[in-house]
C-alpha cells in the first residue's frame, strides 16, 4: 500500500484527491495538511511513500515546506501539485528535490499513474520539461562545478544520460544492461555526489561538462 500526504489550503481539492487516491485500490491517503507547516508535521510523523505538495499556501508555503522536509528526510519523495506549469516557483521546487509535478487539472488517471512512479523514485519530467529546468538552474547558478572524484566510467555514462531526460529503462536500452544494472548505477552516482533525485543529478551533469548545450551525452567526459 503506497501511504500518501497530501498538502493543500483548498479542502475541495484534498478531498477530491483523497478520493481519487483511495479509490485507485494500492493507496492510502494518511494524513491531510492545509499549510506548510501542518505538511511537515504530517510527513514527519507517518514517513508516507509520497507527498504531494501545493506551493501557495499560508503560514509556510510548499516551498519551505519542501526544504524542511527533506531537510530532515532526504529520501522523501514529494511531488508538486501546482496550477500553473509555468510557475517559477515549481522549478525552486524542483531544483531544491521535489521529484516532479502534477497540473491540478490534470487527467485522474495521471494523478494515480505520477503517485506510483514517484513511490518508486522515478523522475516525473518529460525530457522537454526537464530541459527547462536545467536550463534556468543553469542561469541562475554560473559556478562552475568540479569533475567529480570516486565515479567509475560507467558512473560517469549513465549519469551523462540522466542528464538528456533518459529515464531507467531508455539507458539500459542504450547501454545494453538490465533495469536494476541501471538503478544501481544511478544511486550510486547520486550517492557519491550527495543529490536527491534526478533533477539534480541532470543539473550536474551539465555542469561537469557530461551533456552539451543540445542535451546530447558527451563521448569523453571529463575526470577528476
Known amino acids: 500500500m503506497i501511504r500518501v500526504v497530501v498538502a493543500d489550503d483548498q479542502a475541495l481539492v484534498r478531498a477530491g484527491v483523497r478520493m481519487l487516491l483511495q479509490a485507485a485500490g494500492d493507496m492510502e491517503v494518511v494524513g491531510e495538511a492545509e499549510d506548510g507547516a501542518e505538511a511537515v508535521r504530517l510527513a514527519e510523523h507517518h514517513r508516507p511513500d509520497v507527498v504531494l505538495m501545493d506551493l501557495r499556501m499560508p503560514r509556510v508555503d510548499g516551498l519551505e515546506a519542501i526544504k524542511r522536509i527533506l531537510g530532515s528526510q532526504p529520501g ?8 500553473f506549469a509555468d510557475d517559477a516557483n515549481v522549478y525552486a521546487a524542483l531544483r531544491v528535490g521535489a521529484l516532479g509535478f502534477l497540473v491540478k487539472d490534470d487527467e485522474p488517471e495521471r494523478m494515480v499513474e505520477a503517485v506510483r512512479r514517484a513511490a518508486s523514485g522515478e523522475q516525473l519530467l518529460a525530457p522537454s520539461v526537464l530541459r527547462r529546468v536545467v ?25 551523462a544520460l540522466v542528464g538528456t531526460g533518459l529515464s531507467n529503462a531508455e539507458i539500459a536500452d542504450r547501454l545494453h544492461v538490465g533495469v536494476t544494472t541501471v ?3 544511478v544511486g550510486s552516482a547520486m550517492d557519491k555526489l550527495g543529490l536527491r533525485n534526478r533533477i539534480q543529478a541532470a543539473v550536474v551533469a551539465h555542469r561537469i561538462g557530461l551533456v552539451d548545450a543540445a542535451f546530447r551525452p558527451v563521448r569523453h567526459p571529463p575526470r577528476g
Do not use: C, M, Y
Open 135 to 159: 536550463e534556468r538552474a543553469l542561469a541562475a547558478e554560473q559556478q562552475a562545478t568540479p569533475a567529480p572524484v570516486g565515479l567509475t566510467e560507467r558512473e560517469l555514462e549513465v549519469l
Open 183 to 185: 538503478k544501481t548505477h
Open 76 to 83: 522523501a519523495k514529494i511531488v508538486v501539485l501546482t496550477t
